[in-house]
């Protein structure tokens, strides 16, 4: 995929986010990965393995695609706050570039379990795979 396509992508989801009331500051969203704040709370055998989803990503699968009906997924680094809240997010691939701006509109609106490591709430990070699969609907 072309990184001036992504980049493209991600600048609209970023004035979509401000259109819609989320402020841009809150939540950073880049087309190249970020230097994660900590390793800390970070699970090396599975970088999948987030803490605990309490308001999980509800992606639609983009009207645009049904008639195709395309599967995919989207992969995002996600850097989440004290509070579980994202606070930055990272498209590391996708098999279709119409799937970003809905992952990381799900994204967006989800929110996680804090993680404490010694006592204390840590901002962390970990991947998420977003999938689009129209039978699923």
Known sequence: MKHT???????????????????????AVTAEPFEPV????????????GPKMLVA??????F????SAISGEVIVLVQIDQYGAPSRL??????????IRYALAALLQSSW?????SGKAKPVWF?????FDITRE
């Open 38 to 49: 900590s390793v800390e709370a970070y699970d090396h055998k599975d970088k999948f393995a």
């Open 127 to 131: 991947y998420h795979r977003v999938v």
């Open 90 to 99: 990272a498209v590391l691939s996708t098999t279709n570039e119409v799937f």
């Open 5 to 27: 396509n992504m980049r493209t992508i991600i600048l609209c989801v970023c004035l979509a986010c401000v259109a819609a009331g989320r402020a841009s500051a809150q939540v």
């Open 64 to 67: 645009e695609m049904r008639r």
């Open 113 to 117: 379990a804090p993680v404490v490591v």
């Open 57 to 62: 990503p509800a992606a639609l699968y983009p």
